[in-house]
């Protein structure tokens, strides 16, 4: 049975609105106008990793973007989306939505003084779960390869006071929601967050700088016997700017409704002109008192004609349904240019959460390459082959190799 979808409802009407509200703030100004189109395949052996694996799938594709930019000295509106034509063949096309699928709409507010700044940012997003990758939201991560539909939509504002004094404050505050539809999954259910935080900045000498930071996170699920969860997290952070890089301490209390995590880092980076090297490294006091190590690694190389980067972290942290777990992430990138209309780059990731109070760590490698060609102005095409492969703590794995291939036109006009 082919999956329904949400149609573009307001999409339409939301960017006539939003395109038209700016256009009245500024009048004096021409706005910066961006689209693109990219069209292209996805060819998969298994694209849901499943196991076994369902079959092939072919999957023909035209993605159209936009963006409107209006700016004056003080302020900033941008206006972006995006909207994607999909057909699929194989063994996905009864499971996975077709047709125009997963639309998007972002808008950003930003204005500020000399010694104050005001962002905000409101957003509306809709996407598919069942393509099993590792969901970032805040300090959120977690790995989801159930089938469903999912429309994501909220806000974010924060104003900066003192930006040019020694003491400065920024209070933030947050609401995102999470809706998933078509799916028979008991998991995915429907939550809304709540945030809201103040910081405060000291700076003690032009060198150092402390820093406090508070904040309170309420998670609301009706799919769980509690529905409501509050988290408060206090961190603080001393840092010291060397000469060529800086030295930092941190440490963090987290009080959920089962107790209390701490952690506590030592950070320190250093700069030179071929090689970047950040990392942190540190302890991590979990709700049932045990102890990990946990840190993190940045390093970054600047090649003749390319970079070679590595990243590597291990934390404790709370995942999308606010459950505590250990996440591990290695990251290796390489790009180089080949010529002046030419460009290669490989990756390799890995990614592993696991609970601290259940055994159901999840797991997922990915290996890819890829070749971009500037074919003329504005235009450029790209081929990937990527590798994913899962594996569940039941011992259950799943692979699928997958080649891509895509044209992209992009157009920039000012009014």
């Known amino acids: 049975m082919r999956r329904t979808t949400y149609t573009p409802w307001a999409a339409t009407g939301l960017v006539a609105c939003a395109i038209a509200l700016p256009g009245a703030l500024f009048a004096q100004d021409a706005p910066n106008l961006r689209f693109g189109v990219t069209t292209g395949f996805v060819a998969s052996d298994n694209r849901g990793l499943d196991d076994p694996s369902l079959g092939s799938t072919f999957e023909a594709f035209s993605r159209v973007d ?3 930019t209006f700016a004056t000295p003080s ?5 972006t989306g ?3 034509l999909r057909g699929l063949n194989g063994a996905e ?3 996975i939505s077709d047709g125009l699928v997963d639309p998007n709409l972002r808008l950003s507010y930003g204005r500020q003084a000399r010694n104050a700044q005001l962002s905000f940012d409101v957003f509306i997003q809709q996407s598919e779960t069942n393509t099993l990758v590792a969901e970032l939201d805040g300090s959120d991560v977690s790995l989801i390869n159930d089938d469903a539909t999912r429309l994501r939509y909220g806000f974010d504002t924060e104003l900066e006071l003192g930006r040019q004094s020694p003491f400065g404050v920024t209070f933030s505050t947050g609401f995102t929601a ?3 539809s078509d799916t028979t999954s008991t998991t995915l259910t429907d939550q809304d967050r709540y945030r809201v935080g103040a910081r405060f900045r000291f700076d003690i000498n032009p060198a150092l700088q402390a820093i406090l930071n508070a904040r309170l996170s309420t998670f609301e699920d009706e799919g769980t016997a509690e529905g409501r969860r509050d988290t408060v997290s206090l ?7 060397l000469p060529a890089g800086s030295f930092g301490l941190n440490a963090n209390i987290t009080s959920v409704e089962e107790g209390e995590r701490y952690t506590l880092t030592v950070e320190r980076s250093i700069e030179r002109p071929l090689w970047e090297v950040g990392g942190s490294l540190g302890l991590a006091q979990s709700l049932d008192g045990d102890v990990f190590p946990i840190g993190t690694l940045d390093v970054t190389h600047t090649l003749q004609n390319g970079s070679l980067s590595l990243d590597l972290s291990r934390s404790i942290r709370s995942g999308i349904n606010d459950n505590e777990q250990e996440a591990t992430s290695v990251s290796v990138t390489y790009a180089q240019q080949l010529n002046d209309v030419s460009s290669f780059n490989m990756g390799l990731s890995y990614f592993e959460n696991d609970p601290t ?7 997922l490698g990915t290996i890819s390459l890829g070749y971009q060609r500037t074919l003329a102005p504005g235009w450029q095409m790209n081929v990937g082959i990527n590798r994913r492969i899962n594996e569940t703590s039941a011992g259950i794995k799943a692979r699928d190799n997958n080649l891509s291939f895509s044209v992209r036109r992009d157009l920039t006009a000012r009014r």
């Not at 961190?235 to 700017?241: E, P, V």
């Not at 109070?357 to 797991?363: C, K, L, N, P």
């Open 235 to 241: 961190d603080g952070s001393l840092r010291q700017t």
């Open 75 to 79: 302020q900033q509106l941008e206006v």
């Open 357 to 363: 109070d259940t055994t159901g760590t999840s797991s």
């Open 82 to 84: 995006d909207i994607t």
């Open 178 to 180: 999470l809706e998933y």
């Open 66 to 68: 936009f963006g409107v």
């Open 93 to 95: 096309e009864g499971s």
